[in-house]
């Protein structure tokens, strides 16, 4: 059974750079036909789609977010993470890992992690 | 992007009742629709994919069909556990959208 969880401050300061990390476990993120993202939900809100890498290292973003953006992986961790630059916040969210079918279908998720960006 | 709009926002039924849930898509996905169940403070589940085909270890009480821009998520007698927010994706094109989500409460 794949196992995602999420690791990185929970607290950020408006303008610097998030970061969270996700280890994978139970599954190597090598694997051929997975993809690997990161979804972000506001507070008492709805779901938003950040981006994915794919297990060849091809790289997808939402365009509404695509200049602040980078998801990269290290293999020899079996780790992925995501970095979003110039927050404000409006980036306030708990932040999802995830794994994708191609297609983005998300059939594994990790538990969440809420980072808040304030000063 | 596609935009997704899930209707009710929020509906009210009682345990054993048969529940129905809508999505449309602002243009056609075919088949490509994704149903999400998520608890407070939990991640979201896939229930459904494909606009039809249940994911594995998903209760047969739940169902989905459409294609195009309409679709429908079905409980069939309803259970305790099934009271959440479900949210519908399209898995058309980038970037992937969802629904605001339709939260089923207990009446």
């Known amino acids: 059974q794949l196992q995602l969880q999420e690791s990185g401050p929970g607290l950020v300061k408006p303008s610097e750079t998030l970061s969270l990390t996700c280890t994978v476990s139970g599954g190597s993120i090598s694997s051929s036909h997975h993809y690997w993202g990161w979804i972000r939900q506001p507070p008492g809100k709805g779901l938003e789609w950040i981006g994915s890498i794919s297990y060849a290292g091809s790289t997808y973003h939402n365009p509404s977010l695509k200049s602040r953006v980078t998801i990269s992986a290290d293999t020899s961790k079996n780790q992925f993470s995501l970095r979003l630059s110039s927050v404000t916040a409006a980036d306030t969210a708990v932040y999802y890992c995830t794994e994708e079918r191609a297609g983005t279908i998300v059939d594994y998720w990790g538990q969440g992690r809420l980072v808040t960006v304030s000063s | 992007d596609i935009q997704m709009t899930q209707s009710p926002s929020s509906l009210s039924a009682s345990v054993g009742d048969r529940v129905t849930l809508t999505c449309r898509a602002s243009q056609s996905i075919s088949t490509s629709l994704n149903w999400y169940q998520q608890k407070p403070g939990r991640a979201p589940n896939l229930l459904i994919y494909?606009?039809?085909s249940l994911q594995s270890g998903v209760p047969s009480r739940f169902s989905g069909s459409g294609s195009g821009t309409d679709f429908i998520l079905t409980i069939s007698g309803l259970q305790p556990e099934d009271f959440a927010t479900y949210y519908c994706q399209h898995s058309s094109i980038t970037p992937p959208t969802f629904g605001q989500g339709t939260n089923v409460e207990v009446k």
């Open positions: 494909g606009a039809s």
